[in-house]
């Protein structure tokens, strides 16, 4: 395991995710190839079987399909399917943890909130 | 314990025509723990032989508390380098027993604390009757750091302590050590291969590439230089700049480059739309002294 890759999280998530990311940032287009298991499992020093849970795990979800005997590729439309999948999990993965530490810092409901519009704001000026 | 400063300036060692060390400068300051890191053949124990005055150097000098440490009884009591041992001595095979090893390692030692020896050749479950040949890799390495840290000596240094040692052993190392740093304040330099789990341990990091020093500097502190940045390939391209990229790595669009910065310059990359990670002192190291071999 080398890389950009952490113990943090399972390594096979971490794939999924990268490739994701990928196809967010258009890294890989929309019925374009990805990376094979193989490269996948050479570049990051991992099993390919490890490698292959992270692919088969966005073939479930529809992200990206196989295409026999050439390799795998990025679905129509799995930008909008990854962009849904990210905000289904913003909740849980972003917002709770947020309002749980103001909770525990005794920020108010106000305090947050302007927090959040500020760093809106900073956000737009770039 | 008050150690004095061990300093290098100036030294070149070949053997034969291989050029072995070049032009090396190093100071090790008392009350630290040093962790050496080098390639296979950098020259690591060559280095350690020569500031310890076992091995002859062929330019350059080697002081301690600003005397020359060559042939110096007053400072060698001070200096500890417990070397690896070898099953084989002089073509034959190793004979000497463990207790007659420790016994030298008495008379050589001024400040050798037999009950800490004692103590720790029944934690290390060592029989002093067994032959230095019959010893596994493991219990090799364990005479070798019992005689390091009951040797008590200001600066000790270890070269390879945690060879053939299972992970349960190298960790009780690491705790003796740290342990024994806690009490008496001595110096140590480490060398070691099994960078990662010892990059906690070292206050300061010397890097030997080539005969080289790369880096002798606080690990926290270097290991904040380094990053990974990833992302599509334009993007990636446009937040390096200004930054040392050191290697890169490409699948697609998708491209992953290992930099060097200050934080100012690494703060900025964070604007741009990739993915930054850091480093630990393993990635640094593969980083610094890979040569694209591995990579």
Redesign the interface.
């Known amino acids: 395991m ?3 890759l ?1 113990d943090r999280s399972p390594i096979y998530l971490q794939i999924a995710q ?1 490739l994701e ?2 196809i967010l ?4 287009r929309e019925e ?4 094979s298991t193989n ?2 499992a050479r ?1 990051y020093n991992i099993n390919p079987a490890t490698a292959a849970k992270g692919i088969d795990l966005l073939v479930s979800e529809g992200i990206l399909y196989k295409r026999r005997g050439i390799g795998m590729f990025v679905a129509k439309g799995a930008g909008s399917m990854v962009r849904q999948k990210r905000k289904a999990a913003f909740y849980d993965g972003y917002v709770k943890p947020l309002v749980k530490e103001g909770a525990s810092l005794a920020l108010t409901g106000e305090e947050l909130v302007a927090m959040i519009q500020q760093a809106m704001g900073e956000e737009k000026d ?1 | 314990m008050n150690a004095g400063i061990l300093k290098a300036e100036g030294l070149c060692k070949s053997y034969k025509d291989k050029e072995v060390l070049h032009d090396l400068d190093l100071t090790i300051e008392p009350g630290k723990i040093y962790g050496l890191i080098g390639r296979n053949g950098a020259g690591k124990t060559t280095l350690l032989g020569i500031l310890t005055a076992q091995n002859t150097k062929d330019s350059g000098s080697v002081t301690y508390d600003g005397q020359p440490v060559w042939e110096n009884q007053k400072a060698l009591d001070d200096i500890c380098f417990s070397r690896e041992l070898q099953p084989t001595l002089f073509s034959g095979p190793n004979n000497l027993k463990v207790k007659h090893y420790l016994r030298s390692a008495a008379i050589y030692y001024p400040n050798w604390d037999l009950d800490y020896a004692l103590r720790l050749l029944d934690e290390f479950q060592l029989s002093t009757k067994k032959k230095i040949s019959q010893l596994s890799k493991g219990q090799m390495s364990m005479v070798t750091i019992l005689i390091a840290l009951a040797s008590r000596a200001p600066i000790t240094i270890l070269d390879e302590p945690a060879a053939g040692l299972d992970v349960v052993m190298r960790e009780r190392f690491y705790q003796l050590l740290l342990e024994d740093f806690a009490q008496t304040d001595r110096t140590f330099i480490v060398s070691t291969h099994i960078i990662e789990e010892a990059a906690s341990v070292f206050e300061r990091v010397i890097i030997l590439d080539q005969g080289r020093i790369v880096e002798n500097a606080p690990t926290e502190e270097l290991i904040g230089q380094f990053r990974y940045i990833s992302g599509r390939e334009d993007v990636v391209d446009q937040a390096c700049t200004g930054l040392q990229v050191l290697s890169a790595h490409q699948m697609g669009r998708h491209k992953t480059v290992a930099v060097r910065g200050d934080v100012v310059k690494l703060e900025a990359a964070q604007e741009a739309d990739v993915d930054i990670s850091p480093m630990n002192l393993q990635n640094v190291f593969v980083s610094l002294c890979g040569h694209g071999d591995a990579q």
Do not use: A, C, I, Y
């Not at chain 1, 940032?25 to 890989?28: D, G, K, L, Q, V």
């Not at chain 1, 374009?32 to 990376?35: D, G, I, K, T």
């Open positions: 080398r890389g950009t952490n990268m990311d990928d940032r258009e890294s890989f374009e190839q990805v990376p490269e996948l570049e770039k």
